[in-house]
C-alpha cells in the first residue's frame, strides 16, 4: 500500500532553516508528481509546493516562493522541501502528498501524516 513518511521538522528560528523528507513507498515514486502542503493552527490546508515526476518543473505558493526549494530524489523514493529565511507564519502542520498524474495540480490522492514544524524565538 502507498505510504509517505514525512521527516526533518522541528523549532527554528526566524531566518532560520529547516529540511523535511519524505520517504515514500508502495508506488512508482517516479511516475508521480508529489506535492507538500500545511496547514497552520487554527487554520485550512495550503497547498505549498508541487513537483514533476522527473523533477523538469517546480511550482511553489506566492507565499513561500523564494525562500523555499521542492526537490526529489527518485533513486531513494524520496521528496525534499528546502525551507530557508523562515517566518513565524509558517508554523504549520506539513504533509507530504502523492499527486494522482505525473504532473502537479491533477489532484492528490495518498497523504502522509505529517511533520510539524515551530518557527519561534
Known amino acids: 500500500q502507498v505510504q509517505l513518511v514525512e521527516s526533518g521538522g522541528g523549532l527554528a528560528q526566524p531566518g532560520g532553516s529547516l529540511r523535511l523528507s519524505c520517504a515514500a513507498s508502495?508506488?512508482?515514486?517516479?511516475?508521480?508528481?508529489m506535492s507538500w502542503a500545511r496547514q497552520a493552527p487554527g487554520k485550512g490546508l495550503e497547498w505549498v509546493s508541487g513537483?514533476?515526476?522527473?523533477?523538469?518543473?517546480?511550482y511553489y505558493a506566492d507565499s513561500v516562493k523564494g525562500r523555499f526549494t521542492i526537490s526529489r530524489d527518485n533513486a531513494k523514493n524520496t521528496l525534499y522541501l528546502q525551507m530557508n529565511s523562515l517566518k513565524p507564519e509558517d508554523t504549520a502542520l506539513y504533509y507530504c502528498?502523492?499527486?494522482?498524474?505525473?504532473?502537479?495540480?491533477?489532484?492528490?490522492?495518498?497523504w502522509g501524516k505529517g511533520t510539524l514544524v515551530t518557527v519561534s524565538s
Open positions: 513537483i514533476y515526476s522527473d523533477g523538469s518543473d517546480t
Open positions: 508502495g508506488f512508482t515514486f517516479s511516475s508521480y508528481a
Open positions: 502528498a502523492k499527486e494522482g498524474s505525473y504532473k502537479v495540480g491533477y489532484g492528490m490522492d495518498y
